[in-house]
């Protein structure tokens, strides 16, 4: 038995770690295309922006390439200048120069500096959200560094309207519109651009994607490509894309994420997705690159396009479309995770603090799960008892092969042992299989939780990153050493014992790095599961060991009065 259980809990981590390499994908080769694309189109509705600035003046976020001056402007502005228009979700802030957006941060989401989130990169050399790439590259130039006029913003019972244009005297027309809603993280966007009344055609461009640099989780997911094309949800890695970066289809949405924050098309109809891997240097000779995605999306059609650039909480992206929660990357287990993601949230209603809610929700599924540990518990426990009858059984057929026909009545005596003694050898292991998928998905609930993002517990300052005391992984096992120390040992191989006992600080080594909420979770499993082998214990009372007594000592011979030779004395 004490094999079967070694070889459930070596299981349990290796389909652990599997899951975690699904997860946490490899970077993009270093050095790729730096150009980045994406547009997206949708149908226009819309809810309105809480409130509007007027326009300031700005410097230029990014050099941009231009072209030789060929006509002269006709309808243009003579500064740059931002327009910013906030709402109840997001800051968002335009630049006319090109008519792009320049930055988009979350009112409700903060970074390590206690900032609003900035899904925006502005690196030189890379293109604006909102960019547009023509085939004709000196309009190219010329659309994405005119300056461009602007229309106030206009501030209707449900959005913020925003509208830029540019002509010159080729014949070039460009027209920007931007509606972003009040109540959610959606903008919808249109682009008409022609030349001499000829429209033509143009893919909105996104330079480098979502990439929250500041998770300190070595376990959160890197940004990739998402592209859900109405049969399944497709997750693109570099070495994805390193064979196909392109892209056809009638998608729902696409574009990039990363572990909690993504800017994706919402139903842009038949169009032509391409991404661009992006390297980044880090701010310090010593600091890691970040692998970023660009992106562009062209569609075939002229119609507006709705944007969601926002969080990866379920309830959000469960109002825009049930389709939408499909973007968080549950796992296989996604059956459970959300269940599982809906009970912290209504625990968190009463308790106030997501550390707590963890420790009240895992004391919640150990009250469920304690039938199915007491069985496997009170299994061992039998196990443990006729142990020494197995190992004498086991010695008698020793110096038979395992091909020997004698071998097999090792097995006969082992199944009548069991029967006799009412022991299942597969009962004690069962009930530890069954709730390995309930494990499963508690790790990825609290692994891609936007909720737990930037939330307290006790010392720790955020539950989605390592704890930089590494309090927890040390408790984490040293309650995983108490746990293994007073379970039932199922077999007297003193190497699988010491191996047993050793596996607490392997995985104190292996979780150091773990997000704090995980460890949180596991601490207080292992605590509760304490508690749970002492009640058993009281219940069962203690092991009801028999000796077995060596094979000579067995032989008994018979004298008068039905004594043993042993019992008259005699050698």
């Given amino acids: ?31 790729a295309n730096p150009a980045a694309s994406s547009e997206t189109t949708g149908s226009a509705a819309a809810s309105a922006p809480a409130a509007t600035s007027t326009p300031t003046p700005a410097s230029t976020p990014a050099p941009v390439p231009t072209a030789p001056p060929t006509s002269t402007p006709l309808v243009a502005d003579s500064a740059e200048k931002d327009i ?14 090109g008519g792009r957006l320049k930055s988009w941060r979350l009112k409700h989401y903060f970074d390590q500096q206690k900032e609003p989130q900035e899904l925006i990169d502005i690196i030189p050399n890379q293109p604006l959200p909102f960019s547009l790439r023509t085939p004709d590259e000196t309009v190219n130039a010329v659309v994405n560094n005119a300056l461009f006029t602007s229309t106030p913003p206009t501030t209707g019972g449900s959005a913020t309207d925003l509208k830029f244009e540019y002509r010159d005297s080729s014949g070039l027309s460009v027209v920007k519109s931007f509606h972003v809603e009040t109540q959610s993280y959606v903008l919808t966007f249109q682009a008409t651009v022609s030349r001499d009344g000829q429209p033509l055609p143009a893919a909105v461009m996104w330079g480098p994607a979502v990439g929250d640099a500041a998770t300190g989780n070595s376990y959160a997911q890197k940004p990739q490509g998402l592209i859900d094309n109405t049969s399944k949800v497709q997750r693109l890695t570099s070495k994805d894309l390193a064979k196909q970066s392109s892209y056809d289809g009638d998608f729902r949405y696409v574009g990039v994420d990363d572990n909690y924050f993504m800017t994706v098309a919402l139903r842009p109809g038949p169009a032509k997705i391409v991404y661009h891997p992006v390297t980044i240097p880090g701010p310090g000779p010593k600091d890691p690159a970040r692998e970023l995605l660009a992106y562009s999306v062209e ?13 990866k909480d379920f309830d959000v992206l469960a109002r825009i479309g049930p389709d939408m929660t499909r973007a968080i990357n549950f ?65 008698r057929y020793a110096k038979y092969k395992a091909t020997d026909p004698e071998k097999q009545n090792m097995n006969k005596e082992l199944m009548a042992l069991y029967k006799e003694r009412g022991v299942n050898p597969a009962s004690g292991c069962v009930p530890i299989m069954l709730t390995m998928p309930l494990l499963l998905a508690m790790w990825a609930m609290l692994q891609t939780s936007i909720e737990l993002r930037g939330a307290p517990f006790l010392w720790l300052s955020d539950l989605t990153v390592r704890d930089p005391y590494y309090v927890a992984p040390v408790l984490m096992g040293l309650t995983q050493f108490w746990q293994q120390k007073i379970t039932p040992a199922a077999g007297a191989d003193p190497a699988q014992q010491k191996m047993m006992m050793l596996m607490p600080a392997i995985m104190t080594v292996m979780f150091i790095t773990l997000p704090a909420g995980a460890l949180v979770y596991y601490t207080v499993s292992n605590l509760l599961r304490i508690g749970q082998q002492y009640v058993t214990n009281s219940i069962i009372g203690p092991p009801n060991i028999k000796a077995v007594r060596p094979a000579a000592e067995r032989r008994v011979k018979r004298v008068g009065g039905g004594k043993t030779d042993a019992a008259n004395g005699k050698s």
Avoid: C
């Fill in 1 to 31: 038995m004490e094999r079967r259980v070694l070889f459930a809990i070596l299981l349990s981590f290796v389909v652990l770690y599997g899951y975690q390499a699904l997860v946490v994908k490899p970077k993009p080769e270093a050095g």
């Fill in 299 to 311: 569609p075939t059609r002229t119609e507006a396009i709705k944007y969601f650039i926002g969080p």
């Fill in 84 to 97: 910013r228009v906030e709402t109840d979700n997001v800051i968002a802030v335009f630049t006319n120069r």
């Fill in 331 to 395: 796992g296989m287990f996604s059956i459970i995770v959300v269940p599982l993601l809906r009970s912290l949230k209504w625990v968190n209603t009463y308790v106030g603090n997501y550390g707590w809610s963890i420790v009240v929700l895992t004391i919640i599924i150990q009250v469920i799960l304690f039938p199915l540990q007491h069985k496997s518990i009170v299994s061992m426990r039998k196990m443990q008892e006729i142990q020494p009858q197995m190992k004498a059984i086991q010695d």
